[in-house]
């Protein structure tokens, strides 16, 4: 084996791409794999640093790239972004990971950018242990969001590059001998909570790492981006404190602008003053309707999403919205957002290239209307992941295009919004567009977006639930330590998956453990985050009574009732009065099975895995042996409750979600066996 590490080459595209397509645990999936033009054209529009590509006698075996930006984040200053970090399965156990990742550091020590990101998914431990093995941190969110992922800081280019000039001649010998950081940094464990600790108001991050014989200790400042003190410590146990040099960057601080606001009837626009972001909000709806990023005057650095950099805007009213505009350098970008009549207008004026808008329609259930073949009528999906449009997140250049002078609609329960296609307008998912502003004669851009009417029946009063008659004793078991509950019975049918006593990783969370359970989560709207996956935070719960349990530190708690002949019930407490508290469910499925879901009145049958998320109102499930586990709010008491679907490559998860009420409530929830589909 001669194994090679270079730089990415125009030719490399096809390879790359039947490399990814050869294996389903690449890192950027999508449904029906990509094109090398698709991967070629994705490099560009990402405004790649460097990519590198692993090669064993030719063969193209192994990739990593360092980017500004993945399409929707952007990274600040001195950062780079982590992506399309791939090895083929025969070449993991060897030097390639090291080397590629070595590689790639010392790429950015060399350039300047000396803040590595990446995302990882936690419940693959072999890739999460590896990222922590070489000194990678969590300075945010420490469990996986709707993506699956938690986002991880690597400082240690930052750090070597700090104090590199203060160093004694054998330590930066040491460093320059250096092949694998996993051979010099501290051991740290799968916990990320403890990565930062506050100080003096500082959140901040240590390091220690062994140069050769010497120790050396960092202090970095997270959100400033520069290390705050250091010291090295000789063989002798000697230590002195070492000069630290500033990065040849600053990290721009949020000014807490805004949001500004106007209205229009039921209609609220925000504006955020720190990056640009228009959320379209109506009353009675849970979360916005839409959300805009903002171009910006650097096309390929998106603001306005996770740890995105702060802009310099300036914002002043109009009529019926505000006039934006933003400079850098001699280039200039300017937009006039106004809301009237139910229709947000967005009107942009660019000195440079255009930039991009990504847009995130806020419709969780409901109708996706998309334009028929040959323009023929329009075709019909459920709103959801993996649903009529292939999910391209992770490769936004693989995403199909609209038709030209088409209109795009959603149609939920409560409202609809619509998108004309008379700009390239690309589906990343069912309700993520990439839109491009392009200058009419005119030279000005226009994006434009209707909200109306339901134009979809209003949702009727749910049935009341019939349960089937069991067949023989219900049997349940909570288990404190496991957090919820490991056994659920109804005669013969085993209704939930539990791995108890054991835990194992369930889809994105490491740590499952019973077969119905309940967390407190971000809200389901979030766009830095979205849903998570149940993942405990290390909660003491307490048992409550046989069929309750109870988490004093963050206040959350559930009981089950289970009277004879009736569903059981759900009742689930949550002080906290942000983000969404859950009750989620892993039923006893096969690898395969049919989903009965009511979204925004309107009922579909779905067959697991042929989709990937999807949201609804009331849900069924078949199980194993063939009978169905319903799932429905009880009670009318959560008007925001929803529930969400995913499939997995472990199996389904069901979360039961509602927001947490100033009175501790969150949502009452019944759960009933059928012989058939209750919907």
């Known amino acids: 084996m001669t194994v ?61 790239g360092l980017f500004h930006s993945t399409g929707r984040r952007s990274a600040r200053a001195g950062e780079l972004i982590a992506d399309m970090f791939f090895v083929a399965p025969a070449y993991r156990n060897g030097v390639i990971t090291g080397r590629l990742f070595t590689e790639a550091v010392e790429w950015m020590m060399r350039t300047g950018c000396l803040v590595l990101r990446l995302t990882v998914n936690p419940a693959n431990s072999v890739a999460f242990r590896l990222y922590r093995r070489v000194g990678c941190v969590s300075v945010g969110q ?42 010099v940094t501290q051991a ?34 997270v959100d400033r981006g520069r290390v705050i003190g250091a010291e090295i410590t ?32 039921p209609l609220t626009c925000e504006i955020d003053g720190d990056d640009g972001t228009v959320r379209v909000l109506a009353a009675g709806h849970h979360g916005p309707l839409s959300v805009s990023t903002w171009p910006g005057c650097r096309p390929d650095r998106q603001a306005g999403w996770r740890e995105g950099e702060p802009l310099d805007l300036e914002i002043v009213p109009v009529e019926h919205g505000v006039r934006i505009s933003e400079r850098h350098g001699d280039d200039e970008v300017t937009g006039t957002f106004t809301l009237d009549g139910g229709v947000l207008d967005q009107a942009f004026t660019f ?60 149609r939920g329960a409560g409202t609809g919004v619509q998108v004309p296609a008379g700009q390239r307008v690309r589906l990343i998912h069912a309700t993520l567009l990439e839109r ?34 069991p067949a023989g004793e219900r049997r349940l078991a909570v288990d404190a330590t496991a957090a919820g509950v490991t056994v659920w019975r109804e005669g013969t049918t085993k209704v939930l998956r539990s791995p108890h006593p054991r835990t194992r990783a369930f889809g994105c969370n490491p740590g499952w453990s019973a077969g119905m359970w309940v967390t407190p989560e971000r809200s389901r709207f979030s766009r830095d985050s979205g849903l998570g996956w149940g993942v405990h935070l290390g909660a003491d719960w307490a048992e409550k009574d046989a069929l309750g349990l109870y988490d004093p530190e963050r206040r959350t708690g559930w009981d089950v009732s289970a009277p004879v002949d ?27 099975t049919t989903v009965a879901i009511d979204s925004a009145g309107t009922r579909w049958e779905l067959e697991s895995p042929d989709f990937r998320q999807v949201w609804a109102s009331a849900v069924s499930v078949r ?45 009452s929830w019944h759960l009933a066996l059928r012989d058939g589909p209750g919907l």
């Open 623 to 667: 199980l194993s042996d063939g009978s169905w586990l319903d799932c429905r709010p009880a009670g009318t008491s959560a008007a925001d409750a929803e529930i969400v679907v995913r499939t997995t490559s472990s199996g389904l998860l069901i979360g039961c979600a509602a927001a947490g009420g100033p009175d501790g409530t969150a949502a």
């Open 234 to 265: 000789r063989p002798d146990g000697t230590g002195r404190p070492l000069r630290v040099t500033e990065p040849p960057y600053e990290i721009r601080q949020p000014g807490q602008a805004g949001p500004y606001r106007f209205t229009d009837g």
């Open 436 to 469: 491009r502003p392009e200058p009419g004669d005119d030279g000005v851009a226009r994006l434009r977006t209707a909200f109306g009417a339901p134009q979809a029946p209003v949702r009727a009063p749910l049935p009341a639930v019939a349960p089937r008659t």
């Open 566 to 592: 009736e569903p059981l019930r759900v009742d689930v407490r949550s002080a906290s009065t942000e983000g969404d508290t859950v009750l989620w469910i892993t039923p006893d499925t096969g690898a395969r």
């Open 4 to 64: 090679t590490i270079r730089p990415y080459e125009q030719g490399d595209a096809d390879d790359i791409a039947r490399l990814y397509g050869r294996h389903r645990d690449n890192p950027n999936p999508v449904a029906g794999g990509i094109s090398g033009a698709e991967l070629a054209r994705e490099l560009a529009e990402r405004d790649t640093a460097t990519f590198l590509v692993a090669l064993d006698d030719g063969r193209l075996v192994g990739t990593f």
């Open 142 to 183: 420490t469990v996986p969001g709707e993506d699956g992922n938690v986002e991880l800081h690597n400082y240690i280019p930052l750090v070597l590059r700090s104090v590199f000039a203060d160093l004694d001649d054998d330590v930066r010998a040491a460093l320059g001998s250096l092949s694998s950081f996993g051979t």
């Open 351 to 410: 000195t440079g290239s255009p930039g991009r808008v990504f847009q995130t329609i806020g419709l969780r259930q409901g109708v996706l209307a998309l334009p028929g073949p040959d323009g023929g009528d329009a075709v019909e999906h459920p709103i959801g992941l993996g649903l009529g449009v292939r999910d391209s997140s992770e490769v936004v250049a693989a995403s199909p295009v609209a038709p030209a002078g088409s209109t795009l609609t959603w």
């Open 188 to 221: 740290r464990a799968d916990e990320l909570r403890t990565d930062v600790v506050v100080s003096g108001g500082v959140r901040t991050v240590a390091y220690g790492l062994a140069l050769g014989d010497h120790r050396l200790h960092a202090l970095v400042d």
